[in-house]
């Protein structure tokens, strides 16, 4: 059983950033494809970003690309989202989220991961 805790989120203007951060126990992190999505008021959940394993491999969903940047330290059991030049359309809650089977690049669908952290919330006003 994966645990995970999100931190980083909170208010920035247009055109500022946030580091959100994800903090695993209770598993093997090295072993779980690393995801973030996000859920706007009345939207539904979407997915932003994978990372693989080894975390040489990383997706992104395309309003994200050139702004936001995932990573992982999997001495630290620890995944990261560098988010930059933030918009108002970021304004969600994000969580992060771990699979243990499967490819990162076949995990951009809330059903191939297993567990979920509690979400942060980030508001970017207009």
């Not at 994966?2 to 989120?9: A, F, R």
């Not at 209770?26 to 080894?54: D, L």
Request: glycine fraction near 12%.
């Amino acid at each position: 059983q994966v645990q995970l805790v999100e931190s980083g989120g909170g208010l920035v203007q247009a055109g500022g950033s946030l580091r959100l951060s994800c903090a695993a126990s209770g598993g093997t992190f090295s072993q779980h494809i690393m995801g973030w999505f996000r859920q706007a008021p009345g939207k539904e959940r979407e997915f932003v970003s994978a990372i693989s394993r080894n975390g040489i491999s990383t997706y992104y969903v395309d309003s994200v690309k050139g702004r936001f940047t995932i990573s992982r330290d999997n001495a630290k059991n620890t995944a990261y989202l560098q988010m930059n030049i933030l918009r108002p359309e970021d304004t969600a809650v994000y969580y992060c989220a771990a699979a243990g089977r499967g490819l990162a690049s076949a995990s951009m669908t809330g059903r191939n991961y297993d567990y979920w952290g509690q979400g942060t919330q980030v508001t970017v006003p207009s």
